[in-house]
């Protein structure tokens, strides 16, 4: 009996294996070691009093186990280590690890308020060079040694490279220094600053996340105000890691990543592209300006803490030799031919804008070089030819050049070519009906379409302009628009035709941002016309009525349509004889011809989309020959005086001038 009663008190005396009184201080840190224990293979489970609840349930050997802000560990070799983050005062009281069935350790935590110490700061330092961070601590722990542990994959561990750890102790002001030189990317992680209060427990007052950067190289690349610049990072390695741009005279705080893999994105003045099949993070500055210029780090995330990057050196220049845009108009079915400059030694890079204004696609049209256009041979011109344009050539391009180092690929675009369509114009009289047909690319079927009058944009668009999706009809007023995605053609009926409908219009697919890539004129003939009758060698004036300034124009030709494309106009025509004056306030401008001959006579178009048609026809006296030839003879035969003769020619002046005008 009295074996089993000394038994019996041993056990319950050696029930709690372990005690520890630990102090930590609110918002920081504790460390409790154990040391090592043989029984500690069995861990079980955390638990706190009052109530008892559990805390953590043991579940693997040699790992971490957490729940929250709480952390055991159990090494294989017997040491087992308790974590506790971001310490509260509701933290504070009395845990239990139960080891064995009936064997425990206990562990007494002591919470303390103290605004001494910062809690958690990241540092970032390029690979090769020192890390250098500072860590405060309570003046209750003046006295105690300082130490550095290091958060790893399964445990805990102090610093053990002393060669390139360096701690600095300034208890004047509770602040020790750590330096770390010559670190690599294995140096990467979170250290915990610390304070060893007595042999089983350590007080954490500083988290510090270490960030390591690897710069793998350095590239320089030029862009031209105004214009689109692409560059391509290249991150073979890691294909799937995510991936960033960022501007360092921001400390690069404001990482621009593409945030969807596989897709295009606009963040901020960028778009942002990650290619993960090539590993490949593709940056597009749409409208590059000054304040674009610095130094950039295009890189990717390694681990958590670890980063590698390429250093980009961009530098805009203001090239005024460089056309900055070009617009090119050109007939369904016909031929263009676009040309730009580009330095001598770049690669030719021609491509096509798409819907989210990224140009990245190189074209398949034949491009063809010629010579170089400078004395010193530094540029040379490329001609881009298009034959048999379609709708699917609308749009618009960029010219640049290409560029690739050994880290990425830019690629400079410096010239912009807007292309657009144009189809025969509508030509209607006053009162008709207008039919205009717009094709379009199957791409588009599914899209909005939409007629515009003058303009087409969200921002500016006319009344009579409207929408309509596929196989539907809309109406609005004298307006019907009807999609056939079969035939892939919209069409849009204006009945009625005023003065007012005349104008040019545009076929656009209404997307984020309507893409315009077709238009026509709509030519609406005014029902009154001019017949006019005159002789060779008369004047005449001829009044137009126009309904804008834009509008003041005077053509020869059979049919008004060939007006907008082979008449010949009062702007071309190199003859003194014709002039045009202006009365702006009354709507009229007046188009003057002197000197009238035969070849005069014609068809003539006064006004532009609104127009009227005007019959001149310039006739030669037959009389006036006859008296002119009988002055002659006079003269030769009769002796008569030259007077005679110039009164003939007043008399019939006068007669010709009571001949009427329809």
């Known amino acids: 009996m009295k074996i089993l009663l000394i038994f019996l008190t041993f056990y319950l005396i050696s029930a709690a294996v372990r005690c520890f009184s630990v102090t930590g201080y609110s918002g920081g840190s504790v460390l409790v070691d154990s040391g090592k224990l043989w029984f500690s293979a069995n861990v079980k489970y955390m638990v706190k009093h009052n109530p008892w609840r559990t805390i953590i349930n043991y579940k693997k050997h040699s790992e971490w186990t957490s729940e929250g802000r709480f952390i055991l560990f159990r090494s294989k070799y017997g040491k087992l280590m308790i974590f506790i983050r971001e310490l509260n005062t509701q933290d504070a009281g009395k845990y239990r690890i139960r080891v064995l069935d009936k064997w425990y350790i206990d562990i007494t935590l002591n919470v303390k308020k103290d605004s001494c110490c910062v809690v958690s700061k990241k540092v970032v330092v390029k690979s090769g060079e020192s890390a250098t961070f500072s860590c405060e601590y309570s003046q209750n ?21 002393e060669e390139r750890l360096s701690i600095s102790d300034d208890k004047r002001n509770n602040v020790f220094s750590v330096r770390i030189t010559a670190v690599t990317p294995d140096d990467g992680g979170v250290y915990l600053c610390g304070v060893w209060i007595n042999r089983d427990s350590y007080s954490i007052s500083t988290a510090v996340h270490l960030h390591i950067m690897t710069k793998v190289g350095v590239s320089r690349v030029s862009g031209s105000s105004g214009g689109g610049l692409m560059i391509k990072c290249e991150h073979p390695q890691y294909k799937t890691n995510p991936k960033y741009i960022c501007k360092e005279s921001d400390g690069c705080s404001e990482r621009k990543n593409p945030g969807v893999q596989g897709e295009w994105m606009e963040n901020g003045d960028v778009s942002l592209y990650d290619d993960t099949r ?12 000054a304040a674009d210029a610095g130094t950039y780090r ?27 845009s070009v617009t090119e108009s050109v007939y369904l079915g016909g031929e263009v031919n676009i040309t730009c400059q580009i330095p001598e030694e770049h690669e030719v890079h021609f491509c096509k804008e798409d819907d989210n204004h990224i140009c990245q696609t ?12 400078s004395e010193r041979n530094e540029e040379r011109v490329v001609t881009v030819s298009f034959s048999n344009v379609s709708v699917r050539d609308a749009g618009v391009y960029w010219c640049g050049a290409e560029t690739r180092d050994t880290y990425l690929t830019f690629i400079s675009l410096n010239t912009k070519i807007q292309i657009s369509l144009i189809m025969s114009p509508v030509v209607r009289h006053e009162g008709e009906s207008a039919e205009i047909i717009c094709s379009y690319d199957s791409i588009y079927k599914s899209k909005p379409k939409s007629l515009c009058k003058g303009k087409c944009s969200t921002r500016d668009r006319n009344p009579l302009s409207e929408t309509v999706r596929e196989e539907k009809e809309t109406k609005t007023g004298r307006l019907t628009l009807n999609d056939d995605v079969t035939a892939g053609v919209f069409t849009g009926t204006i009945t009625g035709l005023t003065a007012e409908d005349a104008g040019k219009y545009w076929c656009a697919v209404t997307l984020e941002t309507e893409l315009n890539y077709l238009y026509t004129h709509l030519i609406v003939i005014m029902n009154e016309e001019l017949n006019l009758i005159k002789y060779e060698g008369d004047d005449v004036s001829i009044q137009c009525k126009h309904h804008d300034e834009d509008q003041k124009s005077f053509c020869k030709a059979h049919e008004a349509s060939m007006c907008v494309k082979d008449g010949v106009s009062l702007e071309t025509i190199r003859d003194d004889r014709f002039s045009f004056s202006d009365e702006a306030s009354t709507g009229v401008f007046t188009v003057n011809i002197t000197d009238l001959r035969e070849e005069d006579s014609g068809i003539y178009w006064c006004g532009a989309h609104i127009t009227t048609k005007v019959s001149l ?25 030259v007077t005679v003769c110039k009164d003939l020619r007043d008399e019939l002046n006068i007669r010709r001038s009571q001949t009427t005008v329809k």
């Open 141 to 161: 722990h003046i006295n105690d040694a300082k130490v550095i542990f290091k958060e790893r994959q399964n445990s805990i561990d102090t610093w053990n490279e």
């Open 362 to 373: 190189i074209i398949s049209s034949k491009v063809r070089e010629m010579s170089g256009s």
């Open 617 to 641: 026809t310039v006739k030669m006296d037959f009389s006036l020959l006859n008296m002119i030839s009988l002055c002659s003879t006079l003269l030769l035969v009769g002796g008569f005086s």
């Open 278 to 289: 090539a590993g490949v993070l593709m940056v597009f500055f749409r409208e590059l300006k």
């Open 298 to 324: 295009c890189g990717v995330k390694v681990s958590d803490y670890t980063e590698s990057f390429t250093e980009l050196q961009l530098s805009i220049r203001h090239d005024i030799k460089y056309s900055k």
